[in-house]
Nanobody, 121 residues
Framework: QVQLVESGGDLVQPGGSLRLSCAAS????????MAWYRQAPGKKRELVAS???????VYAESVKGRFSISRDNAKKTVYLQMNSLKPEDTAVYYC???????????????WGQGTQVTVSS
């Protein structure tokens, strides 16, 4: 009933920039928090950044000052602007959203399929 589709992942050189997008679709009544997570090979999935409906943000220490999360509530889309990328940012990046589906009660977490970001020279 709900789909989250990420885009924007790519191969980029150290110091470069990328912008990830994640669009939600389906029978959505409202979306609460939206977030980006990432998972590098052999590591646990970790929170990168999150943003509330009102625009409040939280960032992992490792990306503060380099990444910026934003959202367009009308488009049900969340973005992640990534600057000054480092090799250690290499991971699959996943979109996450707390969604209230039409005709149901309670928000439930939904995940996208992931998009690969590789930072390498």
């Amino acid at each position: 009933q709900v789909q989250l589709v990420e885009s924007g992942g790519d191969l980029v050189q150290p110091g470069g920039s990328l912008r990830l997008s994640c669009a939600a679709s389906g029978h959505i009544y409202s979306i609460n928090v939206m977030a980006w997570y990432r998972q590098a090979p052999g590591k646990k999935r970790e929170l990168v950044a999150s943003i509330s409906t009102a625009g409040g943000t939280v960032y992992a220490e490792s990306v503060k000052g380099r990444f910026s999360i934003s959202r367009d509530n009308a488009k049900k889309t969340v973005y992640l602007q990534m600057n000054s990328l480092k090799p250690e940012d290499t991971a699959v990046y996943y979109c996450n959203a707390d969604v209230l589906v039409v005709g149901t009660t309670g928000y439930y977490v939904h995940w996208g399929q992931g998009t690969q970001v590789t930072v390498s020279s």
